[in-house]
């Protein structure tokens, strides 16, 4: 399942918007306007000819040279205000199987740049939240809505707004970076990729890799590519699952940084899962603690730490992972 643009049809050759998508559809909410004006590839952002194969992608080994500065001028045209506008609402969400309640009732509501964790022990519901919020499982009660989009019934129009990567999802290994990136940006509806991979492989500090072959890459470093591929159509909604799980600092350090890019730069609403608190501290602003299927902390992290009576996330995680935490809320 690719979550993402699904490509469009016929169009004339040459014209993008300024999100970079092949796309004349209007977004919700923009009164029947596209999203930004025309324009012509040809004329934006510049590449080496020397370095383009006859498909138009990179040509293997070379890493072509783009004006990032002017790709980005064009493409962010959506830009955080004070209000924060919604892009993901849920609201009393409830799961079921068999006699066991794995949700009961939750709430959640993420905003345009900001950057939240779901958290909380095994078994306390928030994977089965997580896929209820991507539209994977249905829930029982409550409703999910994305970018405007009411769940189920518009859920392929909401995962036009949704990027999804996660730690342990493969690579191909006989492919280079940017051929794999490519493919993928034409999947997503993009007709030329080409300025949207260069611009994510730089602003994770990758770029360097564009040429290298996907068995050649290290565990960490394929996690970057991943979550490189979740952003080329920039979506309004990004999920992650583990980001930096078993990564070296420096991994950890590029992924955080290239996020908060993303979030400062394109206004992506981030929705991180992940059992590892310091990088949790580091990366989000805000975070939302699950426990018995239910919502029982919510606020910034050292608020949420000093709600519990301790001094970070990881002793307010175990607490609510023993015995003691699953009877007693603060």
């Known amino acids: ?133 991507l539209g994977v499982v249905s829930p029982d009660a409550g409703w999910v809505e994305i970018a405007g989009h009411r769940l189920p019934k518009e859920r392929s129009e909401a995962a036009t707004h949704v990027g999804f990567a996660a730690g342990y999802l493969p690579l191909p290994e006989r492919l280079r970076v940017s051929e794999f990136l490519a493919m993928f940006g034409r999947l997503y509806g993009l007709a030329q990729p080409g300025p949207a991979v260069a611009l994510g492989l730089e602003r994770f500090g990758i770029s360097h890799l564009a040429a290298n072959m996907g068995n050649e890459l290290s565990s960490g470093q394929r996690t970057l590519v991943g979550i490189i591929k979740a952003t080329l159509h920039r979506p309004e909604l990004l999920v992650l699952d583990e980001p930096t799980a078993s990564l070296d600092p420096d991994v950890a350090l590029r992924v955080r940084s290239g996020l908060e890019r993303l979030c400062a730069e394109d206004g992506t609403a981030l929705l991180v899962t992940s059992h590892n608190m310091v990088e949790v501290e580091r990366l989000c602003e805000r975070v939302v603690f699950v426990a018995g299927g239910r919502v029982v902390a919510d606020g910034k992290p050292a608020e949420v730490a000093a709600r519990f009576g301790v001094e970070d996330l990881e002793e307010v995680f175990l607490h609510l992972a023993s015995d003691e935490g699953r009877v007693t809320r603060p």
């Open 1 to 133: 399942m690719v979550i993402g643009p699904r490509t469009s049809g016929a169009r004339p050759p040459g014209w993008l918007t300024r999100s970079g998508r092949d796309d004349r559809s209007p977004r919700p909410g923009t009164g029947g306007r596209w999203d930004g004006e025309q324009v012509d590839a040809r004329q934006s952002p510049s590449v080496d000819d020397a370095g383009v194969d006859g498909a138009g992608g990179p040509r293997a080994g070379h890493v072509p040279r783009y004006s990032l500065a002017k790709f980005v001028g064009r493409c962010n045209t959506r830009r955080v205000g004070p209000d924060r506008s919604l892009v993901l609402r849920a609201s009393g969400l409830v799961k079921r199987y068999r006699r066991t309640i794995a949700v009961d009732g939750i709430d959640l509501d993420v905003g345009a740049g900001e950057r939240v964790a779901l958290l909380g022990p095994n078994g306390a519901g928030k994977t089965t939240t997580l896929m209820m919020l």
